[in-house]
């Protein structure tokens, strides 16, 4: 049996687009082949961010998610968390060149992490766990869970089911073609909302299914009783 690496071991990790040479290519790719401002729109919409809202991005990558957010509402506490130092250096001076104000760490997501004053109200994520394995799938969700304060809630944006036809075969041949399918065939199958009900999220619901040229990109959300 071959071993299965840690979802955040260092070895193990695929940088955006899987390579780190495409990483600057990554905006572009995202913007042209996802329908980013339509997805990204309804995202925000979902999570509505507050003055008083505590958010954690899980994977915030680029950080175009993150100026996005803070456009819509400037006073929104917002901490975003990913491994990869050059998708970081690229959010950080995303946030200073829009004049906002973000916490930025370099680093994999872990309950076990973060300090006690991070405790958030909302948990986000998109684009990230379709390439993660999914014992690291599940993992970051029971992470999610337990940071979380009661009441919080919990939003992903990512790739979900993929109906047989046209986009399941445009997810094989662009996001599995990049990405594998070891990772990425439990979410063309519909993975995330089971997850997110056997951690002990309520109220899970698929908000929005976008279809895209790399497959269905659907838009989760749940609450921590």
Known sequence: MTKQEPWNDASAYKPPLRYKVLTPLYDFTIAYLTREKTWRNAFINEISPSPTDRII?????????????????????????????????????????????????????????????????????????????????????TDMFRVLASGGKVHIADYGYQKPGLMRLLFRITVQALDGVADTQPNAEGIIPKLLEQTGFTD???????????????????EKP
């Open 57 to 141: 991005d899980i994977g915030c990558g680029t950080g175009s998610l993150a100026v996005a957010i803070l456009k819509r509402e400037p006073r929104t506490d917002y901490l975003g968390i990913d491994p990869d130092a050059d998708a970081l250096s690229r959010a950080r001076a995303k946030i200073i060149g829009a004049g906002l104000k973000a916490r930025m760490e370099l680093g994999f997501f872990s309950a076990n992490g973060l300090p006690e004053d991070s405790t958030p109200n909302k948990v986000i994520s998109s684009l990230v766990l379709h390439q993660v394995p999914l014992g690291g799938k599940k993992q970051i969700i």
């Open 204 to 222: 899970v619901c698929e908000v929005s299914r976008i279809p895209t040229l790399t497959g269905t990109i659907s838009i989760y959300s749940g």
